[in-house]
């Protein structure tokens, strides 16, 4: 058997030495996870001076490059929804075309962010088309459950029952009629080099799935959960607290694909829950402190809903646990 080279463990001391490639300083709001994740992304580039980021529309971009402003200490290219992925695909076939005519020597790592609104609806024709292309990418799609920099819009990542302004609640409908879409799981269905699920809390496990990602040659796709209080309705510093919960109530369960083996592997904090099933939270610890879920549980408790929204979260978490057990 070949001696594998160790898988890189970020230490704290190390990153507080290196230089910030998001900065401060940026409008994205107080308490917002996205900036947080965003800073860990790229305090894990394998090659961080040799980086670009195609990056999709929406809170993370809009905050962060507001004219004549940057926060990004890395050459940065704006997308649109539909076309993140395709604008890497594009630079990586440039690069390859100067390097052949001798005109580079190398080329660089290529980093795509887009929010829900582009990986789960808008742009996952350009992901799917990258991905297929076996394009040498990681996408990192931070998912805060809604198009929320344009006003709190449901969208494909949205849970059911969620309140959005447009998934409202009243007599009629108690918010989003319909679930989730499984869209990392979509993703790993294209056999990429590489897909797994991260939580902005666990940031050993993202950033290490980031530098992974990033290292692998071919797609790679990372779906992160990062809370939005805008939308969310919770107190906004307890951003890292509802991402937590959505781990340990299995909501978020963490995962990885490994396209060489073509197999799935749970992720250690999610795994403590497969070994101690009685770890595993109920879900409305979850749902209770945020505000878009109220009405299921003022005026009155709608125990029939929480219960529906329970078994949807336990179905999605059997099916996880028989992939990852093959
Ligand atoms: C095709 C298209 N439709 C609508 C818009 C307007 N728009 C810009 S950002 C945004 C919301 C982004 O949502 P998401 O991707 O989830 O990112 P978030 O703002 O939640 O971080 C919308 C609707 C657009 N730019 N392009
Ligand atoms: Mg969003």
Redesign the pocket.
């Known amino acids: 058997m070949t001696q594998e080279t160790p898988q890189w463990r970020p230490k704290l001391k190390d990153i507080a030495d290196q230089e910030e490639l998001f900065t401060s300083g940026q409008r994205l709001c107080a308490g917002c996870p ?1 900036g947080s994740m965003a800073r860990m992304a790229m305090h894990a580039l394998p090659r961080p001076k040799n980086t670009i980021v195609s990056q ?7 905050a962060s490059t507001i004219y004549p402003y940057t926060a990004w200490r890395v050459p940065w290219m704006h997308s ?3 076309n993140a992925p395709a604008n890497a695909s594009g630079i990586e076939a440039a690069y390859k075309a100067r390097k052949r005519q001798g005109l580079e020597d190398d080329i660089p790592d290529l980093l795509v962010f ?9 742009g996952v024709q350009a992901a799917s088309g990258a991905i297929e292309r076996r394009h040498n990418f990681l996408y990192i799609i ?9 006003g709190i ?1 449901r ?1 494909g ?1 949205t849970p059911k029952y969620a309140w959005t302004t447009t998934s409202e609640v009243g007599k009629a409908v108690p918010g989003k009629p319909t679930w989730k879409k499984p869209i990392a799981l979509v993703y790993a269905a294209h056999d990429p080099e590489y897909c797994a699920t991260a939580s902005v809390y666990h940031w050993r496990d993202f950033m290490m799935k980031v530098r992974k990602g990033m290292e692998k040659q071919g797609p790679a796709v990372i779906v992160v959960l ?1 809370p ?1 209080h805008r ?1 969310w309705r919770y107190p906004e510093e307890l951003g890292m607290k509802m991402a937590k919960l959505a781990v340990e109530t299995c909501f978020n369960p963490l995962w990885e694909y490994d396209g060489e083996t073509r197999t799935y592997t749970m992720s250690a904090p999610s795994m403590q829950f497969v070994k101690d099933p009685s770890k595993k939270k109920p879900i409305e610890e979850w749902l209770e402190p945020q505000g878009r879920f109220r009405h299921l549980f003022r005026p009155t408790r709608r125990d029939d809903l929480i219960q529906d929204f329970q078994n949807l979260v336990d179905e999605d978490w059997e099916f996880i646990k028989r992939l990852t057990e093959m």
């Open positions: 996205a999709a529309t929406g809170c993370l971009e809009v649109l929804f539909e887009s929010g829900d609104g582009s990986g789960f609806d808008i931070y998912d805060n459950q809604a198009y929320q920099n344009t819009q969208s990542a990062a939005c939308n």
